[in-house]
């Protein structure tokens, strides 16, 4: 897409964001009235593309709407407001709202690739699924007691140990989210809970990021004193068990690494 080529020599878009949009353009301009809309379409695509690639599950078009368009032919001097710009995706052929597959979908003010909007919408309902469960009304076993004693000791000040209440509440809760800033105890925490687990279930299957950590786990030791920190756990570790599977997530940066530098990552809030 030529009107694109001057955001791929500034470096905002990659090569493949502008072929992207591109071939979606070409794709819905059957459809679309206008070469001013044709462009939009593909655009708002290459951007999307863009958005991905830095992390981003989707690409905010309220942001963009009204702006100055890129190219400077005089083609379409300014891009759509919010609401012309969706009514034009969505007559498009290219663009739907996510009820039947097509390469893009609209929602509010949101614009997404296809599948990445379908795994939204699976990890929101999984998620809202989780919530809804009771909490686990059980008595541990003694030797679970023992453990969880050894590995979260009562402090000697008498202040609470977030950790170990984090802990109890992912023993019981079918979901829980541990989060906080570097060094405050993360993925010490899950490793503890993940060791309280094996030792009430050894089926505990444990759900890890990448193909590293997958390659890694045999030599990890769900015990704290031959357990330590790796790369691997710097983006997340998720444990469940069956039947009635507890999730535990942690959002973790690990001890010697740096935080990567990736602008924070926009979701759809579909957890209300």
């Known amino acids: 897409m030529k009107a694109l080529a001057p955001l791929v020599q500034s470096g905002d878009l990659a090569p493949i964001d502008a072929e992207f949009g591109g071939l979606l353009a070409r794709r819905a301009a059957s459809t679309l009235t206008s070469i001013e809309e044709t462009r939009f379409l593909g655009f708002a695509a290459a951007m999307l593309s863009a958005e991905r690639a830095r992390g981003n599950s989707c690409l905010e078009l309220r942001s963009l709407a009204g702006a100055a368009s890129p190219w400077k032919d005089g083609v379409g001097a300014a891009l759509p407001d919010l609401d012309a710009w969706r009514a034009l995706l969505l007559r498009s052929g290219v663009c739907g709202d996510g009820k039947a597959p097509m390469p893009l979908v609209v929602e509010g003010a949101r614009l997404y690739l296809y599948r990445y909007h379908a795994a939204e919408c699976r990890l ?45 509440a992912a023993l019981r809760g079918a979901l829980t989210v541990i989060t906080g800033g570097p060094g405050t105890g993360k993925t010490t925490t899950v490793a503890r809970i993940l060791a309280l687990l094996l030792h009430e279930n050894p089926t505990l299957q444990i759900a890890l990021p990448h193909r590293r950590a997958r390659r890694r786990r045999a030599s990890w030791n769900p015990s704290v004193a031959a357990w330590t920190r790796s790369r691997w756990t710097r983006r997340c570790v998720v444990a469940c068990r069956r039947p009635v599977a507890p999730c535990i997530a942690c959002s973790a940066t690990s001890h010697g690494t740096t935080p990567s530098p990736m602008a924070p990552t926009r979701h759809s809030p579909r957890m209300s």
């Open 124 to 168: 929101a309902k999984a998620i809202r699924t989780r919530v809804r469960q009771p909490q686990l009304e059980r008595t541990p076993a003694d030797s679970s007691c023992a453990l969880f004693r050894t590995l979260f000791p009562a402090p000697a000040d008498g202040a609470t140990d977030w950790q170990a209440v984090s802990a109890a």
